[in-house]
């Protein structure tokens, strides 16, 4: 119950196009939905999180939709650019519990 | 300063080694964390230290032990590992040791156990 299903495994897309990261999750207790971005050879780097209070947020080129009923959650990344190649976490957590993670997206951005 | 910091970048070590990983910010931030990254896997928590108190301990075995000597610093002694202990191990803080706490993290240390 305390997983996080993420798909897809691997995703290349075309540059300027837009790049969908999937998640799902059971644990209803789950508050706090971020997301990390992780390029190789570095620290993953908090990119977006949302509260399940709201059902979309956006910070420049990428958005977190989420739905609360179905429960999973997206990160969308429009005008995808070469630079925004890297593996992608989806993570959950309620509380002050340990953040639990998806299992990753590796992106590729095509010229 | 909004880094955090980790020495050294990559380590290789036999079985019968001591060694330790620093980790080190400036941020003020009084959690910090240890997680432990397999190729191509999500990073695991090994350890989280609170006010320089170790509050979470993920069932990490007694060859890896964490120190807090105070705010800014936290280091993991390594000794006696096994091969399969080979990963990045990443450092972590935040502000305070609930999740809603931005983390940042560390560039990590590569560490190879022959």
């Known amino acids: 119950q305390q997983q996080v299903k993420q798909s897809p495994q691997s995703l290349i897309v075309q540059k300027g196009g837009i790049s969908i990261i999937n998640c799902a999750y059971e644990?209803?207790?789950?508050?706090?939905f971020p997301w990390y971005q992780q390029f190789p050879g570095k620290g993953p780097a908090l990119l977006i999180a949302i509260r399940p209070d709201v059902s979309e947020k956006k910070e420049g080129r990428f958005t977190i939709s989420f739905n609360k009923s179905a429960k999973q959650f997206s990160l969308h990344i429009m005008d995808s650019q070469p630079g925004d190649s890297a593996t992608y976490f989806c993570?959950?957590?309620?509380?002050?519990?340990?953040?639990?993670f998806g299992t990753g997206t590796r992106l590729t951005i095509i010229p | 300063d909004t880094e955090v910091t980790q020495t050294p970048k990559h380590l290789v070590m036999g079985m019968t080694n001591k060694k330790s990983l620093k980790c080190e910010q400036h941020m003020g931030h009084r959690a910090m964390y240890w997680y432990k990254q397999k190729a191509k896997k999500p990073p695991e928590l090994m350890f989280v230290?609170?006010?320089?108190?170790?509050?979470i301990n993920e069932s990490v075995p007694s060859r890896f032990s964490p120190e807090c000597p105070n705010s800014s610093l936290l280091n993991l002694h390594l000794h006696a590992l096994q091969p399969e202990d080979s990963a990045l191990y990443l450092c972590?803080?935040?502000?305070?040791?609930?999740?809603?706490?931005?983390?940042?993290f560390g560039p990590g240390t590569r560490l190879t156990v022959l």
């Open positions: 644990n209803t207790a789950f508050d706090y």
């Open positions: 972590a803080s935040s502000q305070g040791s609930y999740t809603y706490n931005e983390q940042f």
């Open positions: 230290y609170s006010y320089e108190k170790l509050s």
């Open positions: 993570a959950a957590s309620f509380g002050n519990e340990k953040l639990t």
